[in-house]
């Protein structure tokens, strides 16, 4: 268990992260906060994808035209292709979801989820 | 041939190209979303029925490799027997339902940009052959998603849309762990690829699979609404507006749920489905709980929509029970009762928009003697609770049958049970209705203003009923659909034959 966590800490880093996202999701009562936890939940996975490639001694995945390209030794090039689509996906579900944020805030005058669940059961 | 290959990327690029048209030209012209749109999805129709015609016909299964570049690299769209009739479902409603929107609905250009991204998100759902594509298209119709919840006037809507937002969120990327785990045991992305690399997956490797299944599987159940992770659903429904409503209500989820199928089949295969321990055990458990508790919530819902959202909860259940069962014959009732749910719903949102504008009745109780006032709306709902229930000759009661004859041969008997069980409790939210709308005589007091209605930005967002505004198109729709769904009853041994070619791949 131990040397499975000194050789993959980076993956048990990572769901560590995407705990902490989740539960900022799901405990915090403050909207803007919650969004943040989306993002943070988002963030861990696409480091988790740039983890997954990284190989030890590896270079960066530029293959240099003379060189002999067999023994090159490099990085996964495709999840991080990947991680750069996904970014862009949650740039804008990030920016969705702040838009909504405000037109919340500027029916409801408040921000936290309990103040908003009170004010919707008085209507 | 070669004009063929090109379709499914037309189906996928025209749509958000022509997202970009209603905004621009908005500049200048007033109101030309409308009319963008219209020629847009008839257009995708069309498209899409010829690419039916091909498929069908020759029984071939279009591809396209994207900038021609190999499986290993490029991303592939494949129209095969399943994804065409899903993009002809899409490609249908999302059509029809522009006949609502066209006086009813939300106006404005904005509002047809993210009409036609949210179509062309489905349809490159549908068409992928990609596993990490999937879920780009995934986030993408849920952009499109939240944004038409949210183009609701009250405030509820953006509360729905946001809370929609988060938990859409959360699925799309359990979803995308998931493909991250895949791609970990087998360095492929392309479900073909993926497909003939698993089986030889040993080892360690093994449980990185298991557990992107089960990542993938709680990924699709919070976006196909599987009970406990439901609870977008019913406020989503109830709070979008009423022309958005049979669009999402017919179509997000049900190609969520096609995708799943998609990967569960075309990835991992129904051999892993079935030799793995708990695997289909847990998808058949899901499916079923998700069946009862939704049944059971719709019943004791006092407004239409919100009772019709719960029942989705319940029949996607039923699909995902489907899924579980691993026979032949429940994948083919899934894909027909997908099919059938997606129209009977889109009709039945609709027969509830064209009501509600018209009379502004929106509980149950106010439907009380509507078949005197709106006789031809109450005839065609009717018919589709009907084809919701499962009563023959519709295409409600065909999904059923295939689906109750798959958990028969797989001997799944609690399973039958369930559908027994959850087609009286159908019958019991759909007969309440009925019996309001045509035995209970109407209220002679004045209706009271429903609640609900956002008092904080000074109390005007209850539009005033006016018969009126109800078009031919609106009553059109709804007629259509309701036709639809019996003509469509007669048909279920022409979905087996067309399902055949797919089914028999995947189980061999």
């Known amino acids: ?123 | 041939m070669s004009s063929v290959d090109l379709v499914p990327v037309l189906l996928i690029a025209t749509p958000i190209l022509a997202a970009t048209l209603p905004i621009a030209l908005g500049l200048r012209f007033d109101r030309v979303g409308w009319s963008i749109a219209v020629l847009t999805t008839t257009g995708l129709f069309a498209a899409t029925a010829f690419l039916a015609t091909v498929v069908y016909g020759d029984g071939t299964t279009v591809t396209h490799a994207l900038g021609d570049f190999p499986r290993q690299y490029g991303i592939e769209l494949v129209a095969d027997e399943l994804s065409t009739l899903i993009a002809l479902l899409v490609t249908g409603v999302a059509t029809g339902v522009l006949a609502y929107t066209r006086t009813g609905g939300p106006r404005g250009n904005t509002f047809y940009t993210g009409y036609l991204l949210l179509t062309g998100g489905l349809l490159g759902l549908t068409m992928t052959g990609d596993v990490f594509n999937l879920f780009v298209f995934l986030e993408i119709t849920g952009l499109g998603t939240y944004a038409m919840i949210s183009s609701g006037d009250g405030p509820e809507s953006a509360v729905a849309a946001l809370k929609y937002l988060i938990l859409g969120t959360v699925g799309a990327s359990m979803y995308l762990l998931g493909v991250g785990f895949l791609f970990m045991a087998t360095g492929t992305l392309n479900m073909a690829e993926l497909a003939t690399a698993l089986p030889d997956v040993e080892g360690q490797g093994e449980t990185l699979v298991r557990v992107a299944f089960a990542f993938v599987f709680v990924g699709f159940s919070i976006k196909v609404a599987q009970w406990p992770l439901h609870t977008w659903q019913p406020d989503a429904y109830q709070h979008a507006p009423d022309g958005v409503t049979p669009l999402i209500a017919a179509l997000v989820s049900t190609v969520s749920a096609y995708a799943f199928g998609r990967v569960a089949f075309t990835v991992f295969g129904a051999d892993f489905l079935a030799t793995t321990p708990y695997a289909s055990e847990v998808v058949v458990t899901v499916g079923s709980i998700s069946v009862l508790a939704g049944s059971t919530l719709a019943v004791i819902q006092r407004r239409v929509k919100r009772m019709l959202a719960y029942s989705s909860v319940s029949q996607f259940g039923l699909i995902v029970a489907a899924y579980g069962l691993v026979t032949e014959t429940g994948l083919v009732g899934a894909v027909v009762h997908l099919v059938g749910h997606g129209l009977t719903k889109a009709g039945l949102f609709a027969a509830v928009a064209v009501i509600s504008v018209s009379t502004g009745a929106r509980t149950v109780d106010e439907y009380a003697g509507l078949a005197k006032r709106r006789p031809v709306a109450a005839m065609a709902m009717t018919v589709l609770l009907v084809s919701l229930v499962g009563i023959p000759p519709s295409v409600g009661f065909v999904g059923k049958w295939y689906i109750a004859l798959g958990a028969v041969e797989a001997e799944l008997w609690p399973v039958a049970a369930v559908i027994f069980l959850s087609t009286m409790l159908t019958l019991a939210y759909a007969a309440r209705l009925l019996e309001k709308m045509y035995f209970t005589p109407a209220a002679p007091t004045e209706r009271p203003v429903p609640p609900g209605a956002a008092a904080t930005d000074g109390g005007s967002p209850v539009e005033t009923a006016d018969p009126d505004r109800v078009t031919v198109g609106m009553i059109g729709l709804v007629v259509v659909a309701a036709v639809l769904v019996v003509a469509l009853g007669f048909a279920g041994g022409t979905f087996y034959d067309l399902l055949e070619p797919f089914v028999e791949e995947v189980f061999n």
Do not use: C
Not at chain 1, 38 to 49: D, R, Y
Not at chain 1, 50 to 79: K, T, W
Not at chain 1, 80 to 86: C, D, G, N, S, Y
């Open chain 1, 1 to 123: 268990m131990l040397e499975l966590l000194a050789t993959h800490y980076a993956y048990a880093l990572m769901f560590v992260l995407i705990a902490i996202g989740l539960y900022m999701m799901i405990a915090n009562q403050n909207l803007v906060k919650k969004v943040i936890g989306v993002s943070l939940f988002q963030t861990a996975i696409f480091l988790f994808f740039i983890s997954m490639a990284y190989v030890e001694g590896g270079s960066a995945p530029i293959v240099p035209a003379e060189e002999n390209p067999g023994e090159l030794v490099v990085a996964s090039p495709l999840p991080q292709v990947i991680v750069l689509t996904a970014i862009v996906v949650g740039v804008a579900l990030t920016a969705v979801a702040l838009a909504l944020v405000v037109r919340i805030y500027a029916e409801y005058g408040t921000l936290r989820e309990d103040t908003l669940t009170e004010v919707r059961a008085d209507e």
